[in-house]
């Protein structure tokens, strides 16, 4: 079977064009937080082009959705793809997307070549991938996979206080948030499609990265509790700053990550906020969100520990308060050996150049691999750069990326 017979990308590019045109922002600029009129009319559009494509649609309690090709096999389990289509605020029109609509576009792709699945083929977007309205990534796949229970959900906030109980009840879904949670063997194997939000495979002119391990993820919250005061009238030996205390904590972490010993070590501050924020008074309180990752599970947890240690010495040091939360310290996954050989083998029947590489960015197979054997397919992004209105994708990189993934589902679902 050639699967890259009957591949025009055009109508992925307008379906990419479309979907990224519903917005809460303008053009160029893409943001769908979950559950917001953004979200819910992506969600209604790229479940109309499910349906037109003949396959069966399904939503669970928090809106993962589920768009199957049945196999001459039903009973059999599926084999599975797909990714997210919410967005942070500010992002662009690639990221989960060309996973969500390049996957649907390889079923089309099957479809007119006349391939008949032995297994279902199901399309998987998953709920709040991004961490934009809870605080939490992969929201959807972490319940699937049990890694986050119904009890922690329900406890979920916004900003404004409001739960994800009242935000998925105005979303439309219902139901027990237990159903969630899928079991262990429900996908016979999992693929996911994405680009690499990174610049390697582009600076070395490879058409596709074979994903063997996803790093590991940890997040902690800090607050800082100092003494606020007058920034002229109170002086320099008396001073419990904040705001001071904060900043050595971020060169801490950033030292303890560069000091790991592995490239694959990394740690960041992405969230300061600073009481009462006003330039002649003092700060007296500081919160930090971290973020450290890596694929070696004991050396993320190094960097953690090494965290936890500058907290203490930098509050009895400065005579400040230091509380360090562990909000996530996920386990790394490794992708599976015998998805990898088929994709290297599509890949090679494709005439497509590739490398085996990490994902030092997380995605919900991460812990789609809690269920199932899971491997990701990552296509090349200009520049590296995601998360930014200029993220993009040639139509050459996502035409290789729909043709393997076409070729190993059909391998896999044979």
């Not at 002119?205 to 920034?231: K, M, W, Y």
């Not at 993320?300 to 939360?325: M, Y």
Request: hydrophobic share 45%.
């Amino acid at each position: 079977m050639k699967a890259g017979a009957d591949l025009t990308i055009d109508r992925l590019l307008a379906e990419l064009r479309a979907l990224a045109a519903i917005s809460e922002a303008e053009p160029p600029v893409v943001t769908r937080v979950v559950f917001a009129e953004a979200d819910l009319r992506a969600r209604a559009y790229v479940k109309g082009l499910c349906a037109d494509a003949g396959l069966s649609v399904r939503e669970d309690a928090i809106g993962n959705t589920f768009a199957r090709w049945l196999g001459s096999e039903p009973e059999l389990a599926p084999v599975g793809t797909g990714s997210h289509i919410d967005a942070i605020p500010n992002a662009g029109s690639y990221d989960g997307t060309v996973g969500v609509l390049g996957a649907l576009e390889a079923i089309r792709v099957l479809q007119k070549l006349g391939f008949k699945p032995r297994r279902s083929i199901e399309l998987v977007i998953f709920t709040a991938e991004e961490p934009t309205r809870f605080g939490i990534g992969c929201l959807g796949s972490r319940m699937m996979a049990g890694v986050l229970s119904a009890e922690q959900a329900q406890a979920l906030l916004d900003k404004e206080g409001r739960g994800l109980d009242e935000w998925r009840g105005i979303a439309g879904f219902a139901g027990s948030l237990q159903s969630v949670r899928l079991g262990a063997g429900y996908f016979h194997q999992f693929i996911e499609l994405h680009i690499e939000q990174g610049p390697l495979l582009e600076s070395e002119g490879i058409d596709l990265g074979l994903v063997t391990h996803i790093a590991a993820p940890a997040s902690l919250r800090i607050r800082i509790e100092g003494e606020g005061g007058h920034a002229g009238a109170k002086l320099m030996p008396g001073r419990r700053d904040a705001l001071a205390a904060a900043a050595e904590l971020i060169l801490a972490l950033e030292s303890a990550a560069k000091s790991s010993g592995a490239i694959d070590t990394v740690g960041t501050v992405g969230v300061c906020q600073v009481f009462p924020g006003a330039v002649n008074s003092i700060p007296s309180r500081v919160r930090l969100e971290t973020d450290i990752r890596d694929i070696d599970e004991m050396r993320r947890d190094g960097v953690i520990k090494a965290l936890r240690k500058a907290c203490e010495e930098i509050s009895a040091r400065r005579g400040v308060e230091v509380a360090a939360q562990q909000v996530n310290a996920d386990p790394p996954a490794a992708c599976d050996a015998a998805i990898l050989a088929a994709l290297e083998a599509s890949a090679k029947a494709a005439g497509r150049s590739y490398k085996r590489m990490v994902s030092r960015a997380y995605h919900d197979s991460l812990f789609v691999a809690r269920l199932a054997p899971t491997a990701m397919l990552f296509i090349p992004c200009r520049g590296g750069v995601s998360h930014r209105p200029d993220e993009y994708a040639t139509p050459e990189w996502m035409g290789s990326g729909v043709n393997v993934l076409a070729r190993t589902l059909a391998t896999l679902a044979a």
